[in-house]
């Protein structure tokens, strides 16, 4: 049901959303109690929002009049870069049951789910750097403004250049008073070396160790994609967590997108599938991941994200190890998302 917030209008394109953040409003948060943190950092609810609502940081403000407590800006670069066009957000019918398809049709009207196509776009550092600062000063103390980030590969470099490049970043977003930040390691739109970094546990490693390096201060966090298999996340596991805080998963899920005349949209490369189609795909990789840590005794958090609309669903997360969960999907249909969680308590 449409809640009546202003929100992300999908018929328009990136810049025009960038331009068009809705004023915050003054709407009554309901207290949730308890006592949350991030990453060690207290924080009012372990609501939050993923890397791609919070386009910048009006948009960030918006979210966090709105009962969220953990804001992680959408990912930037260390220079700027123009997004896809559109759709951006390409509503698809999912087919329930069996395994995750390799393909999904398109459908008119949000059914739920989508798949996600913005190229990780990015404004100017200088740019993003100065709304981080003027951002974090409007936020209330305990919520947390978290950056994402990402590095910009060239088609030679090594993986100590992929490194250092997400280090620039990590150290501008922190020296902008972020007070965390999100190193994206994997983006299923983009298909360069710095999208699979998660399924490459040795490159992971080197990686998180040279962000450690340049905020040993401040929270690291990890976003992951889809990880199938026990010895994989086992591997990333052990790569990362000498340098890592936490683990967010999962990013969207990677499919093919067909559109009802029979041709393939995106020029027939995958984007990320975000929405209720990845739930459980979510919700079964957290407690993949919520074994591996307690058997082998891990100092890491988890933070759960993909799919997540609904109070059960923060249930379902903190029952696997969580200590807070992400919105994207779900809280861009309705921003009302964050009020009716604390409303119903979970
Ligand atoms: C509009 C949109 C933009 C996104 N942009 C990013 C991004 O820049 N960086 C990133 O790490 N994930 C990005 N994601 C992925 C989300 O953070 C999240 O992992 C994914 O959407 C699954 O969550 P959901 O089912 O709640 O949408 C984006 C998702 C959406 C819907």
Redesign the pocket.
């Known amino acids: 049901m449409d809640s009546g917030f202003a929100k992300?209008d999908i018929t328009q394109d990136y810049a025009w959303n960038f331009d068009h953040a809705p004023e915050p409003g003054d709407d009554a948060v309901p207290g949730v109690g308890g006592d949350w943190s991030y990453c060690g950092v207290p924080v009012d609810s372990p609501l939050g929002i993923?890397?791609?609502?919070l386009l910048n940081g009006k948009w960030l403000l918006y979210y966090a009049a709105l009962g969220f407590d953990i804001l992680?800006y959408?990912?930037v670069r260390s220079c700027e870069r123009a997004s896809y066009s559109l759709p951006?957000?390409q509503p698809i019918a999912w087919p329930s049951g069996g395994t995750f398809p390799d393909e999904v049709g398109v459908t008119g009207t949000m059914q739920g789910s989508?798949a996600?196509s913005?190229g990780?776009p990015s404004k100017p550092p200088r740019y993003w750097r100065d709304d981080v600062a003027a951002t974090r000063d409007r936020l209330a103390k305990r919520k947390f403004l978290c950056v994402?980030v990402?590095a910009t590969a060239e088609h030679d470099w090594s993986i100590d250049d992929l490194a250092a490049d997400y280090a620039q970043c990590a150290n501008w977003a922190a020296e902008s008073g972020a007070d965390g930040v999100?190193a994206?390691f994997?983006?299923p739109n983009v298909s360069s070396v710095d999208g699979q970094l998660y399924l490459n546990p040795t490159d992971a490693g080197i990686v998180a160790a040279k962000l450690r390096e340049v905020i040993p201060d401040k929270p690291l966090l990890l976003?992951v994609g889809h990880i199938e298999h026990r010895e994989t996340a086992h591997a990333l596991l052990e790569a990362v967590v000498p340098f890592a805080d936490a683990l967010v998963m999962?990013?969207?899920l990677s499919a093919k997108v067909r559109q009802p005349g029979g041709g393939l949209l995106f020029e027939g490369q995958c984007r990320?599938l975000?929405?209720?189609a990845?739930?459980e795909t979510?919700l079964g990789q957290l407690a993949l991941f919520d074994g591996l840590i307690r058997e082998f005794g891990m100092d890491v958090r988890l933070v759960g994200?993909?799919?997540?609309?609904q109070a059960a669903d923060v249930r379902a997360c903190l029952d696997r190890g969580c200590e807070a969960v992400?919105?994207?999907?779900?809280?861009?249909v309705d921003p009302g998302l964050g009020l009716a969680i604390r409303r119903n308590g979970f």
């Not at 993923?50 to 609502?53: C, F, H, N, V």
């Not at 992400?326 to 861009?332: E, L, P």
Request: glycine share 16%.
């Open positions: 992300y993923a890397a791609g609502p992680t959408k990912t951006n957000l989508w996600v913005f990780m994402s990402v999100e994206n994997s983006c976003k999962v990013n969207g990320g975000a929405g209720e990845i739930r979510a994200v993909g799919g997540l609309g992400q919105f994207a999907t779900a809280a861009m």
